[in-house]
């Protein structure tokens, strides 16, 4: 095999190198941000819940303003809307496609008020005593909310948490041996210069020395490949879905993370993988050499 020949192969499994590093580490980074996010994306989804506080039909406006007041200023409240009986049906009519009112010849809708909770009254527990302190209150004649996805809610954020992390070492430990395999093929082409500089009484390290700077390099253009990427999807995902306040300027030091741990694990993985690798062949004999 030519020298020429032996270059170029080396190079396209940099190459290959980099591509996966990059992968690995979009991979990663969206992962982090899911756990590093997590408090905010699971507020944003329980406090989406809403309690609606049915009114009487008769209820005057003074006591209705007094009512949302009250409930106002009350810790648990995040925020109130008023729907008069007018903009109930008319909500209704456009939802059912038909002017509902004029075939009843009355509206038969009540005014209410919807709350949305702070999220850490989101939970079952707190939304049954909220709803016993606002049916205590002789100006609301019905208390309505959805019980089941409240609790299926909370279940499944905890459940998807758990999931998130555990998938997250699963794939931090695949990536590492596929890099690793990865490498040791790069390096499989240079087996015999390894023995010879060995033979010559070259040191491991200085052996090693190329090689791992090689890495370390791979490893560094691969982290910011991942950077460039994971960036342009989080400020995708952000424009989409703003409530979810993945970008504020209050965050610039989760980014900062990010950015340090991708950088991090782009160059622990490649110097691991690539000390690790050039080791293994400085151990094998040189009939193991040929062998392989």
Do not use: H
Not at 37 to 59: H, W
Not at 266 to 282: E, H, N, P
């Amino acid at each position: 095999m030519s020298e020429t020949t032996v270059r170029r192969r080396f190079q396209t499994s940099s190459v290959t190198i980099v591509i996966s590093i990059t992968l690995v580490l979009v991979m990663l980074g969206l992962l982090s941000v899911l756990l590093l996010k997590a408090k905010t994306v699971s507020d944003y989804f329980k406090e989406s819940i809403a309690i609606t506080v049915f009114l009487d039909e008769n209820a005057k406006d003074a006591d209705v303003i007094a009512l949302q007041k009250s409930i106002d200023a009350e810790p648990w409240r995040r925020n109130t809307v008023y729907i008069s009986k007018d903009e109930a049906a008319k909500n209704l009519k456009t939802e059912l496609g038909e002017d509902f009112v004029q075939t009843l010849g009355f509206n038969p809708l009540q005014p209410s008020i919807e709350i949305s909770l702070r999220a850490e009254y989101a939970n079952n527990d707190s939304i049954r005593w909220i709803e016993q302190d606002l049916r205590d209150d002789a100006r609301i004649k019905d208390v309505v909310y959805q019980k089941d996805m409240i609790g299926a809610l909370n279940e499944n954020l905890t459940t998807v948490s758990l999931v998130i992390l555990v998938f997250s070492g699963a794939l931090l430990f695949i990536a590492v041996a596929l890099i690793f395999n990865t490498i040791r093929l790069a390096i499989y082409s240079q087996r015999f210069l390894i023995r010879t500089m060995d033979l010559v009484g070259a040191t491991k390290s200085f052996i090693r020395r190329p090689f791992v700077w090689k890495g370390i390099r791979n490893g560094l253009i691969g982290a910011v490949l991942a950077i460039v990427i994971t960036t342009g999807i989080i400020l995708a995902i952000d424009n989409s879905f703003r409530e979810l306040k993945l970008i504020q300027v209050a965050d610039v030091q989760t980014l900062a993370v990010l950015c340090a741990l991708q950088i991090i694990l782009g160059i622990l993985i490649t110097w691991f993988s690539t000390s690790l690798a050039v080791r293994r062949f400085l151990r094998q004999s040189t009939d193991a050499l040929y062998a392989n």
